[in-house]
């Protein structure tokens, strides 16, 4: 199934968070209508169909709807509400548009996702597929952040890219690790251990000649012999 296409645009007639949904306004004919772009994905109508059904599948979907959907608060209902629904509903992150739940977390919107497949299919496409490219974590939470939200999401998109095998192989370090500095015995004999470096820029030399120096120092008699 696949879940892309061209942009798609969602609008509001009411700012999120504002306390105010599309189903409780009305407007007359001739008066201007405020809007407010809340959502731009990629998403096929056939997925957001998708999604819409498995809303009424879901209590707490279905509970949240009947919240937004309600002119004023309802105890009853926020009582079947747990957390974090109830804190998202209360703080206002939650709104709808066409029978969708959107998220709101500062200024993006997303689609709320309930399923499973829905979930796992969103990380495939994020993540996987080969225009894609199997990108680093920051990159693949970017694209996830814009596509759609569900609880604990963050959490399941690292667990889900630390499975990732390609992603693995892609992404492993060369070469050895690095290790802590070894503690350099002090020397019982002469020339038993030594530091070697090179000396430039003391020499004006010409083009025959050479201009920097090798010195080696004795770390025992700290003794030094300069190689040019």
Request: with cysteine; proline share 4%.
């Amino acid at each position: 199934m696949k879940i892309y296409r061209r942009k798609n645009f969602r609008f509001s007639e009411w700012e999120p968070g504002s306390g105010t949904q599309d189903s409780r306004n009305t407007h007359s004919e001739g008066t201007e209508t405020p809007i407010f772009g809340v959502s731009s994905s990629e998403l096929h109508n056939e997925f957001f169909s998708a999604v819409l059904k498995t809303y009424a599948k879901q209590k707490k979907c279905s509970v949240l709807l009947q919240l937004l959907q309600q002119k004023y608060r309802s105890p009853d209902l926020e009582s079947q509400l747990k957390e974090p629904c109830l804190r998202d509903y209360k703080d206002n992150k939650c709104f709808f548009i066409d029978g969708l739940l959107y998220h709101r977390e500062k200024h993006t919107s997303a689609l709320t996702v309930v399923h499973r497949y829905h979930k796992s299919l969103i990380l495939q496409e994020c993540h996987d597929c080969p225009y894609v490219g199997h990108m680093s974590e920051y990159r693949t939470k970017e694209r996830v952040a814009s596509t759609a939200w569900w609880p604990k999401w963050e959490q399941e998109l690292s667990e889900y890219i630390n499975t990732c095998e390609r992603f693995k192989k892609e992404n492993r370090k060369h070469g050895k690790k690095y290790r802590l500095l070894q503690h350099i015995e002090e020397p019982k004999h002469p020339w038993e251990n030594i530091n070697i470096d090179w000396v430039t820029g003391v020499f004006s030399g010409v083009k025959e000649n050479f201009n920097d120096c090798r010195r080696i120092v004795d770390r025992f008699r700290k003794s030094v012999r300069c190689l040019s």
